[in-house]
């Protein structure tokens, strides 16, 4: 049974930092796709990056440049990097896993606020 399991996430000023880990277990292959969407209270959840296996990668245009994921394929893992954090980044960010379906994390909040 494949899980998925977010890391960090938190409480950061605008312009701070802040790294998210996420951990996809359960599965004898690597994921074709990991990434990450992100939900604000009372909006759409949206997508935020992905990265294939291959290394490729799509970023929404709001975080280009501020942004960066990465992954290793050895551990299943992906991170993103958030870097010149703005309090519209304020959202519940939700990591995936995808092989023929789309798996999910339960979600970490991050709150940018001075």
């Known amino acids: 049974q494949v899980q998925v399991v977010e890391y960090g996430g938190g409480l950061v000023q605008p312009g701070g930092s802040l790294r998210l880990s996420c951990a996809a277990s359960?599965?004898?292959?690597?994921?074709?796709?990991m990434g990450w969407y992100r939900q604000a209270q009372g909006k759409q959840r949206e997508l935020v990056a992905h990265?294939?296996?291959?290394?490729?990668?799509l970023y929404a245009e709001s975080v280009k440049g501020r942004f960066t994921i990465s992954r290793d394929n050895a551990k299943n893992t992906v991170y993103l990097q958030m870097n010149s954090l703005k309090s519209e980044d304020t959202a519940i960010y939700y990591c995936?896993?995808?092989?023929?379906?789309?798996?999910w994390g339960q979600g970490t909040q991050v709150t940018v606020s001075s």
């Open positions: 359960g599965s004898m292959y690597a994921f074709a796709e």
């Open positions: 990265m294939n296996i291959g290394g490729r990668t």
């Open positions: 995936y896993a995808q092989l023929s379906a789309m798996y």
